[in-house]
């Protein structure tokens, strides 16, 4: 890899989590305004729903209707926040579904070529199994911790397709129940990314003396996790890659604790396109790459965009700490994250755009 690493290639390491995800592909937009993409955990209810499964939040509740092939399962989850269904039931219809790999961690892994610390049940648990056997399946070299006594984590995943929207709705057993990465945590890396964790297994990943680059991917519960904040590590962050959602829920006094003390902040909003904010100096915004038809499915667009412009950033020689960023640079860069972004939407299973693909979509300026 060129720039700062010469011909060697970068020693990543991915902490994150890991899934079974079992999406559902549905007929039309899950608000009736609005885009939704977005994670919740869920409990399931005793109400059983033969032939749907009925989501219901704070504010309403989201019907799906599913099709005769679906394996399960059935009935009714709470959700622990709202949607904005303004207090409606809305309905739409799953046309398709499949199994695939999920977690952030994973996908980060994959897209980076990097090595992914995980959690995972024991051996016997056949859904730790099943995910250790995808994380193989793609090429994603894998050091799991094994927790004995819970099952391996999964999501629910609800997916509009070409509408944009989706919603992933976790049910959690083993990286709750994590404390510590312990050894594994003593690793020597160009890289270290930390995504979707509790704050106190991101902050210690990414308290690695050794690493050269520290990025923290998180998801909207690192926002409302307080043990610690956000604020509180942000010296150990290098680059923060988060969409607008978690980003808008981040108090403002937090937020401008961020921008001071994290080099880079990159802020994705959907079909907006991204801002990037370097410490110390002005935005930067980057408008979404144009596409030439709707997209198939949303799925790890977040996770293409943070892992290319991390990949871009190492390629060009960046150094998080040495002075003013180079505006050009940056926004070649993020350019290219949102080139490959819009690659991964016509992909519909866990894959992730080449640099070849990235290359030829930027000489064509279009998707």
Known sequence: MAGGYGLMEPRIWVFGPAYLDRAAFVDRPLLESGLLDRSAN???????????????????ALVIELPADWPGPFGTVRLDDALGLNGKTRVVKAQSWRDDLGGMGAGLARALGGRLVCALGSERD???????????????????????DRTADWSLVISSGRHGDKLAVGFRGCHTAVETW???????????????????????????ANAGLRVFAPARRNVLDRDPTIPEFARSIDVLCCNIGEWSLIPESDRRILLKLVPLVSVTSGPQGAHLYPAGQEPLFVPLFPRSHEPLDTNHAGETYAATLVLGLLKEGWH???????????????????????????LTMFAFPTSEMIDEALARGIV
């Not at 312990?182 to 690695?208: H, I």
């Open 42 to 60: 869920g409990a399931w209810t005793n109400e059983v729903e033969p032939e749907r499964l009925i989501l219901e939040p704070s504010d309403g």
């Open 126 to 148: 056949p859904v730790s199994r099943r995910v250790l056997e995808l994380l193989t399946t793609h090429h994603i070299e894998a050091d799991p911790i094994r927790v004995e």
């Open 182 to 208: 312990g050894e594994r945590a003593n690793v020597e890396a160009d890289v270290v990314v930390a995504a979707s964790l509790t704050n106190g297994l991101a902050s210690e990943a990414l308290n690695v």
């Open 320 to 346: 998080p700490r040495q002075g003013p960023t180079d505006r050009a640079m940056l926004e070649r860069v993020a350019r290219r994250a949102s080139a490959a972004a819009a690659l991964v939407l016509d």
